[in-house]
């Protein structure tokens, strides 16, 4: 366990792998869908280099690319779609992916949203680290922004700037601020690593205000939701009777969900993240508006500017 703790830990930028990375073998979950309430099967696949992370629902034949542009709804959880085939909830898998440093994945599903399991990233990372990880062919490409990029709605806002002189990889700095005294005003800024990630925000379960759910259940949403896959505030309590996992395991949650939507980059992300109670309708804003101009960024591969210790294409 620690020789694959030391081979593939790394903070994105201080020693970032040239070689593109994918799983060692196949491996494969069921779990509750936390909106349609049914059974998923998910597995996740090796896939040949320059596959990039795919999605394939198995039960109507259609991939869907991991890509901002396929991005359809972001009101609940990021949504990504091609025709009828929709598959949601991505965004938990979406960030365990990207911390553990894999390029090119498949991963099968058999219904329209992957299992919630217990609300957080760290069953994704457990299952992407037991089927192991593997370079393979190709030169990593990683998304380098050049100038800052920012969206705004209603006070909220999400941006992505180039590093200071010396930054590398990519880092995150996030508040919130809930009427809910349980949550209140809460801000954390995080480094990029694979440790770091297991360690500070992997755990992080999702959340909801007690309000809500009624409003959710009648939408039809939310129908496998339960303590068991959500904290469920209300006020200044925290209704789930083993507490939070960290006192400030909200806005961690929220950082989890940055890193799993800007990982729909389709490549890691050399830059620094600043946002204000953003979440995932202001994040894809934020790709597309990156993708907007060529003048944003950069796709630089094998090595990140500033780095050197490995050759650039
Ligand atoms: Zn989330």
Known sequence: MSSLREKYSFSPGEAPPAARRTLKAAISAVGRGLHSGMDVTMQLKPAAANTGIVFHRTDLGVSIPACFDHVTDTRLCTLISKGEAKIGTIEHLMAA?????????????????????????????????SAGIVEHGGLREWLEILRPVRVEHNGAFAELRSHNQGGTGFDVSLS????????????YNFHLSRDGFAGEIANARTFTLLGEIEALHKAGLARGGSLA?????????????????????????????????????????????????????LNNQLLRAVFADQMNYRLTSGSVAGVGQLTAA
């Not at 992916?97 to 919630?116: H, Q, R, T, Y």
């Open 97 to 129: 992916i990207c911390a553990s440093g894999v390029d090119d994945m498949v991963v099968d599903v058999d219904a329209p949203e992957l299992p919630v399991f217990d609300g957080s990233a760290a069953p994704f990372l457990f299952l992407i680290e």
């Open 229 to 281: 896959n959500a904290i469920v505030v209300d006020g200044e309590k925290v209704m789930n009777p083993e507490g939070l996992r960290f006192t400030d395991e909200f806005v961690r949650h929220k950082l989890l969900d940055v890193i799993g939507d800007l990982a729909l980059a389709g490549a890691p992300i050399s830059g620094r993240f600043i946002g204000s109670r953003t979440g995932h309708a």
């Open 176 to 187: 919130i601020e809930f009427a809910a005294s349980a949550i209140g005003a809460q801000a």
